[in-house]
C-alpha cells in the first residue's frame, strides 16, 4: 500500500514543503515548494497564509504522516520566536487535519539522507536529488529540507511503526 509523506521546514517568510510517495521500496516525488508570506505584511496575516496554504497542500495530495524539523535555537531570538510560531501554526494545522506528526533535529535530517550530522546545504539537495531520482537539485533550500525531512520519517523506526 502507498505511503504519502509530507515534509515541513517551518520559516515565517519561507515555509518549505515536500510530499513524497512510497510504493514497497520505490521512493517519487509528488510535488514540492515553499509558501512565500511578505515581509510588508503582519506576523498574524502571514502566519494566515501558511495555515491556509499548508491546508490546501493537505487536501490536495492526503498524506498519511506529516514530518517537521524541529526548531533549533538561533542567535537572534526575535527570530527563533517569530519561527516557532510559524512552527506552532504548521503543528496545529497538521493536528486539525488528523495527521500523525513525527519530529527530527536537523542533524537528524542530514544524518538520514546523507549519512553525516554536519553535511551542507548543498550536500543535502545532492542526496535528496539523487534518493528521489529527480533531473535537478530541489530549489529552493527550505523545499529540499522538506524533502528530506520527508525522507528521514520514511526511514524512522517511528514511521514503520504506522
Do not use: W
Not at 515581509?39 to 506529516?66: F, G, N, Q, S, V
Amino acid at each position: 500500500m502507498p505511503k504519502i509523506i509530507l515534509g515541513i521546514d517551518p520559516g515565517i517568510a519561507d515555509t518549505g514543503y515536500g510530499l513524497i510517495k512510497e510504493e514497497g521500496s520505490h521512493l517519487t516525488c509528488l510535488t514540492y515548494g515553499s509558501i512565500k508570506t511578505s515581509p510588508k505584511d503582519d506576523l498574524i496575516t502571514r502566519l494566515d497564509i501558511l495555515h491556509r496554504e499548508l491546508t490546501k497542500i493537505i487536501k490536495k495530495y492526503k498524506p498519511e504522516l506529516a514530518s517537521v524539523e524541529q526548531l533549533f535555537f538561533n542567535k537572534n531570538v526575535r527570530t527563533a520566536l517569530i519561527v516557532g510560531q510559524a512552527r506552532g501554526v504548521a503543528l496545529l494545522t497538521l493536528k486539525q487535519n488528523n495527521l500523525p506528526i513525527v519530529e527530527f533535529t536537523p542533524s537528524q535530517v542530514k544524518q538520514a539522507v546523507s549519512s553525516y550530522g554536519q553535511a551542507s546545504k548543498n550536500q543535502v539537495q545532492k542526496m535528496v536529488k539523487l534518493i528521489l531520482n529527480l533531473k535537478e537539485l530541489p530549489y529552493p533550500d527550505d523545499a529540499a529540507d522538506a524533502l528530506a525531512i520527508a525522507i528521514c520519517a520514511l526511514n524512522s523506526k517511528l514511521c514503520l511503526k504506522s
